[in-house]
Every structure is written in structure tokens, then in C-alpha cells.
């Protein structure tokens, strides 16, 4: 039949469907056929021959007909998966049933009253050539039901794994010995791909490839029952779809999990490095590959709780006696291998790196765009596998993860559609930073020179975080405000390890210091004053324990003696206070103000760009204060960490200015240890250059100046300065002296043993996981999932209710 034809029939059969007032009995066949026997379509004709106003007249109109339709294609994949698809025949009409289900199934979650209908039961519904003994199988919800369906359809030998038996398919056993086949198959010897766990690699086959892809979009679509509820900070209220899939009632858990995890580690988009070859070619595995690490970040995302529908008695019971409900966090987590550890990291890590390749020949190698959720696959790894999060840090390897990092942060800093890229990456590096070994891996020398549009400098990859981070807020848009605690907090975090700044990236920690102390900003609301603390005590940390290699530092330090001189004088009066704030309406922005030093850039960098006009972008909820997102630690002489007690909230409270403000001090994060402080989108858009939402009925007072500038530990950089600036001015008398390079080569030779304050202990702020972060995770992973799956739209145009989707 030709492909006319069929699309022709399948649009009539429709149209009698949307048409019918009577309900279609389920015994009829020849009607019900018309939907997937003799036809071929694929799955964006599906999508434009069934529009979504249709299904939602079959919904409200013909309600048993769409109930029907369902039962149907369920019912086919189930036989589907029973008999092993063993003709030509059958394998369309699964793929036809996957392509019907994936476009209806949001239309069913999108209406509350029929949200239920695959977790019931339908009456008659017993299974094909099942006895009385076979009840309580034929009485499965229907949701049950498609999800093992699709689990042994994965691993159904010549539809999307490689067969073991041998000679053709049309001479190979019968019927009845493929369903023994399927029924008693080890799908841990089918597993997709050669890494993790299974050394062999199957042969590249790109039907298989295509037929994967269509049932993953199709469990991914089960899946996304999550995007039609809003969003709740109550962690507890589970997925069912993913709850049960995940359970040991999927006796394909394993290598299913493992066949996800190897296709995404062992994917190679480059291929040999033929000069345009995705041009030419059509990649199979690519598309495989997104809706892998897809569901990898879906089902990775539910670790434990009730699922929102009452389990049955006998799933409580199974539940109970085996330990974690979620199997795929459960394998990720004991994961052990160094060679698996090695697989995943180089995997990741060569996928992430991709889109910074430069060539000669413009655009010949292929470019993945699913980095964002390799970033969250690489989040749940480092969470979930402590293990893993160690090996990355064990070496040097974790510098290729930062700097895709940093290159995806630098490159999205002016497109607010990419706000919840930047959230992700800055998440990670806080992740990081709290472990002792990511901050002196940041010494390596960096040599690689992905083009960035930031100064050229010679250094580490300390200081280019530091030089990214500057960038970022300097020159971001106004929504990453929120981002700046997190992003000093990192910085912080690291200072005590980083042995030589450039003089680049000292520089750019002054500039900060001076923006962030003037005093507009600092009375402007009642958080910014933390962002001094932060950079102070990056400062100190790097002068007590990294003294002797950052001349640097000490030299940017020295110029800018005037900064830390107007700090420690800084006006608490009413009358400095307004005249401060008055100020600051007649100056331009002091944070945006670029240096001359960033006049030039890295050759063959471009610009970040804000989004074009029409960008579609999701909603991201809040995320919580830092010292929600981190808790505080500190470093004892053998280099264990010891947790810091949370300060009683009770001696904070001196008054109901303060109590709103909270104290503050290089020990605390935030005044906000009491509240849950979020950003909603209207503050991040509308509220000043601030690191916390500001109330429009505060004012600063002399009292809340003077309880946070008396905390100011200033002690050690004014104890540096009485020493080193009557040296470094007489030696340049002396000497006649105007060449910097004379002045750092003394400073280099210098010592301060003795002189300085006793060194403080050293404190890390380590990220720690909460109800808020969970809450933000579950909306940006769906918001990325419903943005990426554009071709064909799943859920476009659908009432979804966990983000709202908007336009640039």
C-alpha cells in the first residue's frame, strides 16, 4: 500500500472516531484495526493527522471510545511483547500503537478526571487466552500493563536487540518457540551497548536504533503525568509511572538501566572525524542516545516516598523486603568499578566538550545539543554515587567537566531563556567545591583555550573560574542576581587551595570587592553586604595559607588599598546613608563597568547573545538562600571535615529590623537562616542588583550598618597593608621603581610569617540537598525534557501546570 494510501485511511479512521456519538464495542476489530494494521506512518504523521482539538472532542464527547482506543493499543503491545513480534506485520503494528499512545497520553493527563484511568482496572480486560487462574494477571491496571509491555518490547530479539539465534529470520523457529523465547528470555545478555557491567559491543543495527527510540518516547511520555501537576515542595508524592517501572516488578530493570547508561557514555558524535559526515548521514544513534539520558534523569529524579495512588497490599509488602523502591538509584548508587567510574567520566566528558570543538572547515563536525541533560545525569551521578564523586576528584579529569562547565555558563550569561543552564552549572561547581581535591586540581595549568569572549590570560583554571565568574556578573542579565551568593561561595571554597592567581583574575576579585563596598549598593538592600564578606574572606584564606605564590594578589591588593580603607570607614549616619543611596540614581550601574583589560578577547570567541524574539523558554521555581543550599564545615589540622553548628536563631533577634536582616559575618552565609527565602521570576526581574529578594518597606539604619561593619574581618588584609605598603613605597623611591614586574619580584621574595593575625580556621560551605532544590531539579528537568522534544511536539500546547511556558 502505498504511503498516501495509508496516511489517507488512517485520517478517515480518525475522523469516524471524532465523528461516532455511539460508543465503538471493543470486540470490534475491523474498525479498531483501521488505527494500526494496514498502516505506515510515522510518528510526526501521527502527530499531524490526529490533532490535539480532536482528541479533546473524543475526551469529552465519545469518552468510552477514547478509553477504547487506549485498551487497544495497550492490548496490542502486550500481545506484542507475548509473541516476540515475529513478522513484519506485527512489528508496524507496535510501532503504530507507540506512536497512537505517545500522541494521546498527555491529553489524558492534562484532564484531572481522567488522570486515574491507566492506574484502573478495565472490566473484561483478562488478557487473550487467559484461564481463571490467570485473574489477578488479567486484572492489572492498564499502566502496569504498557510499562512491561514496553520493558520486554527493549529487549525483543530482532526489533531492538540483536538476535543470538542463527540464520535468517524467515527460517527460524516458529511462533510458539519465540513466545517461549520472550518469555523466558535474560535480557542482562541483550544489553544495547559494551561498558558498564557488559564488555561486549552488539553490532550497530539502525532499525534497532529507531524502534528503541519510539518506545522510549513513549515510556518518557508515561512519564511526564509529573508535568500536569503543579509543583509542590512536598518530595513524598511520587510519579506511579516511574515508582512501578522502576520497581522489582520490572524484571528488565537492570540491563534496561545499563543499556541507557552505556548508549549515552559510549556515544561518539565525531565518529572517525570525516569533515561533514552528519550532513550526509542520518544518525540514529543520536536521536537513541537524547531519549536515553532523558529517561536516565526522569527516572533518576524519584528516590524514594509514596507514589501518589494507593500501592496495592501485595506491592507494599515486596516493597518492604527489598530495600530502595527505586532500582535505577539504587544501581547508579552501587556502581564501584574503577574502569565503569573511568567509562562514564571520559563518556560525559567527551559529550559535554563536543560543542567546544573548533575546526578549520565551519561547522563540519556535528554538535549535540543535550548538554543540559548530560549536566543533570552528571548531577545524580556525583549525588547519588559518593564513590563516583571522589574518583572525578581523584584527578585531573574533573577539569574536563569544569570547563564545558564554565564555557556553557559564559556562553548563556545574557540569555535569560537559559536561566535554569546557568542554575544547573553553578550547582554543580558548588557540588565540587565543597571537596578539598576540586580546588587544587584548579592549579593545573589551563592550556586548552576554548574561545570564551573573556580577557586573554595566561594561568590556571582558577583563574579562569575566576575570570567566567566575573563575567557572569558583570555582564549577565539582571535574573543570575541570585546566583552571585553561590557563585562567591564557590570561590570561597576554593581559595585556601589556589597556590599563583594571575594577575588577570586578581584583578577581577578587586574590581568585585570595590563594586560590591561602595555605598549605594551596600544600603541599597539588606543582603548585598554578604557579597563583601564572601570576597573578604577569599582574600584572607589566600593570604594565611597561600601567601608565598599569589604576589599577584597582594600587589592588586596594594593598589586598591583605598577600597579596604573605605570599608573599615565606612558612614553608618543617617545623612551618609541617604546621600549614599541618592547617589547611586544619578551613577551609572558600578557592577556593569568593564575594565580595559576586557577589551580583549579570545580569538575565535563570539559574544553571548541575549535569546532571539520568540524563544521559547519554561518557568523556573525559586531556589533558597545559600545557607539553605550549603551547609558549613571546617577543615581540622588532619584535613577531616567537621560539621559547624547552625547558630541558635534566638541571639540573632535584637530588634525587628535585624530579626528581618538576621547578623552577619565571614561565619554566616545569610541573615536567613529562619526563612525560606525564594525568588519569585518578578523579583529576580525588577529588584536591584541584590543577592537576596528586598522588601520595598525596608530602609537601611545606622544600627544595622554598624551590626554587620563591626564584623567585618578586615584584620588580617589591614595588617598586610601596614606591613607591605611601607616597604613596597620605599623601595620604590629607593630604587626609582616604575616597572610593576620589580615590585612583585619583592613582593614574590616577601614573607609574612609572624606578622599576621593567627590563621583562622578553614571553613566549607558543602552543598546540601533540601526540599526547595528538589523542587527546583523536578521543574527544570521537565522544563528541558518539553523544550526538546519538539520534533515531534509531545506536549506542546498542553495544560501544563508544573512551569508555565512563555516567550522571550
Not at 137 to 156: K, Q, T, V, Y
Not at 411 to 433: E, P
Amino acid at each position: 500500500m502505498g504511503s498516501t494510501d495509508s496516511k489517507l485511511n488512517f485520517r478517515k479512521a480518525v475522523i469516524q472516531l471524532t465523528t461516532k456519538t455511539q460508543p465503538v464495542e471493543a470486540t470490534d476489530d475491523a474498525f479498531w484495526d483501521q488505527f494500526w494494521a494496514d498502516t505506515t506512518t510515522t510518528v510526526q504523521d501521527v502527530f499531524a493527522l490526529v490533532p490535539a482539538a480532536e482528541i479533546r472532542a473524543v475526551r469529552e464527547e465519545s469518552p468510552s471510545n477514547l478509553a477504547t482506543l487506549c485498551y487497544k493499543a495497550v492490548e496490542k503491545l502486550v500481545q506484542g511483547a507475548e509473541s516476540g513480534c515475529p513478522t513484519e506485520r506485527e512489528k508496524q503494528v507496535i510501532l503504530n500503537c507507540t506512536c497512537i499512545l505517545s500522541r494521546i497520553l498527555p491529553y489524558i493527563f492534562e484532564d484531572q478526571d481522567w488522570r486515574g484511568f491507566f492506574w484502573s482496572t478495565v472490566p473484561g480486560a483478562g488478557r487473550a487466552g487467559t484461564d481463571e487462574l490467570d485473574d489477578d494477571e488479567g486484572a492489572r491496571p492498564l499502566a502496569e500493563s504498557l510499562l512491561l509491555a514496553i520493558a520486554d518490547l527493549l529487549f525483543c530479539p530482532d526489533f531492538t536487540v540483536h538476535s543470538h539465534r542463527r540464520g535468517p529470520v524467515s527460517t527460524r523457529c516458529l511462533i510458539t518457540d519465540s513466545v517461549e523465547n520472550m518469555q523466558s528470555i535474560d535480557s542482562c545478555e541483550y544489553i544495547w551497548e559494551a561498558g558498564v557491567g557488559f564488555a561486549q559491543s552488539p553490532p550497530l543495527n539502525y532499525i534497532h536504533d529507531l524502534n528503541r527510540t519510539e518506545l522510549l518516547r513513549l515510556l518518557l511520555t508515561c512519564f511526564s503525568e509529573a508535568m500536569y501537576l503543579p509543583s509542590s515542595s512536598d518530595n513524598n508524592v511520587l510519579n506511579p509511572w516511574v515508582t512501578f517501572f522502576c520497581s522489582t516488578e520490572n524484571r528488565h530493570a537492570l540491563p534496561l538501566f545499563t543499556s541507557l547508561l552505556n548508549v549515552v557514555c559510549a556515544y561518539d558524535p565525531v565518529g572517525y572525524g570525516i569533515p561533514y559526515n552528519h550532513l550526509l548521514f542520518s544518525d540514529y544513534r543520536e536521536q537513541l542516545v537524547e531519549q536515553a539520558v532523558q529517561i536516565l534523569i526522569v527516572t533518576l529524579e524519584h528516590d524514594g516516598g509514596v507514589p501518589h495512588r494507593p500501592p496495592s497490599p501485595s506491592s507494599m509488602e515486596e516493597q518492604e523486603s527489598t530495600g530502595p523502591e527505586n532500582l535505577f538509584v539504587n544501581y547508579l548508587s552501587r556502581i564501584h568499578r574503577e574502569e565503569d567510574f573511568d567509562f562514564v567520566l571520559k563518556g560525559l566528558a567527551r559529550l559535554l566538550t563536543n560543542p567546544l570543538t573548533q575546526t578549520y572547515l565551519p561547522n563540519s563536525t556535528k554538535k549535540i545539543q543535550f548538554h543540559q541533560e548530560l549536566l543533570v545525569l552528571f548531577w545524580k551521578l556525583c549525588d547519588f554515587n559518593k564513590k563516583f564523586l571522589f574518583f572525578v576528584l581523584k584527578s585531573s579529569d574533573v577539569l574536563d567537566i569544569l570547563v564545558p562547565i564554565l564555557f556553557y555558563l559564559n556562553d548563556a550569561r545574557a540569555d535569560q531563556s537559559r536561566v535554569g543552564l546557568m542554575h544547573i552549572g553553578v550547582f554543580i561547581l558548588l557540588l565540587l567545591s565543597g571537596e578539598r581535591n576540586f580546588g587544587v586540581r584548579l592549579n593545573k595549568p589551563y592550556s586548552v583555550h576554548v574561545p570564551m569572549d573573556i580577557p586573554v590570560f595566561t594561568g590556571t583554571h582558577a583563574d579562569l573560574l575566576i575570570v567566567v565568574f566575573h563575567k557572569i556578573i558583570t555582564t549577565g542579565h539582571q535574573r543570575l542576581q541570585p546566583l552571585f551568593d553561590c557563585l562567591l561561595t564557590i570561590i570561597v571554597n576554593v581559595s585556601p587551595y589556589l597556590k599563583s592567581l594571575s594577575m588577570v583574575a586578581a584583578n577581577k576579585l578587586l574590581h568585585l570587592l570595590e563594586a560590591f563596598s561602595t555605598g549605594w549598593f551596600l544600603f541599597s538592600v539588606a543582603q548585598n553586604h554578604h557579597l563583601v564578606f564572601f570576597l573578604l574572606e577569599a582574600f584572607n584564606n589566600i593570604i594565611q595559607y597561600q601567601f608565598d605564590g599569589n604576589c599577584n594578589l597582594v600587589y592588586a591588593i596594594i593598589r586598591k588599598r583605598n577600597v579596604f580603607h573605605q570599608l573599615a570607614n565606612l558612614p553608618s549616619d543617617p545623612a551618609a546613608i541617604q546621600k549614599a543611596l541618592q547617589r547611586r540614581r544619578k551613577s551609572p550601574d558600578v557592577i556593569s563597568r568593564t575594565s580595559s583589560q576586557e577589551t580583549v578577547s579570545m580569538e575565535g570567541s563570539h559574544p553571548a547573545v541575549p535569546a532571539e524574539p520568540g524563544t521559547l523558554k519554561t518557568s523556573l521555581v525559586a531556589i533558597p538562600g545559600i545557607d539553605k543550599l550549603t551547609e558549613k564545615s571546617q577543615v581540622s589540622e588532619d584535613g577531616t571535615m567537621v560539621s559547624v553548628p547552625k547558630t541558635d536563631p534566638s541571639q540573632k533577634a535584637h530588634s525587628d529590623q535585624n530579626a528581618a536582616v538576621g547578623t552577619s559575618d565571614t561565619e554566616s552565609n545569610s541573615g536567613r537562616d529562619n526563612e525560606d527565602v525564594f525568588y519569585t521570576e518578578a523579583e529576580m526581574e525588577t529588584r536591584p542588583l541584590s543577592s537576596a529578594s528586598s522588601t520595598s518597606f525596608w530602609a537601611p539604619t545606622p544600627e544595622w550598618v554598624l551590626s554587620w561593619k563591626c564584623k567585618l574581618p578586615l584584620q588580617t588584609i589591614m595588617r598586610l597593608l601596614q606591613v607591605l605598603v611601607p616597604q613596597v613605597e620605599k623601595i620604590c623611591i629607593d630604587k626609582g621603581l616604575t616597572d610593576e614586574s620589580e615590585i612583585l619580584k619583592f613582593l614574590q621574595h616577601g614573607t609574612l610569617v609572624g606578622l599576621l593575625p593567627v590563621p583562622h580556621p578553614i571553613l566549607i560551605r558543602k552543598y546540601q540537598a533540601n526540599a526547595g532544590t528538589a523542587m527546583w531539579f523536578r521543574t527544570y528537568m521537565w522544563g528541558v525534557v518539553y523544550l526538546r522534544n519538539v520534533d515531534p511536539p509531545i506536549w506542546y500546547d498542553t495544560d501544563v501546570r508544573l512551569f508555565e511556558i512563555q516567550k522571550m
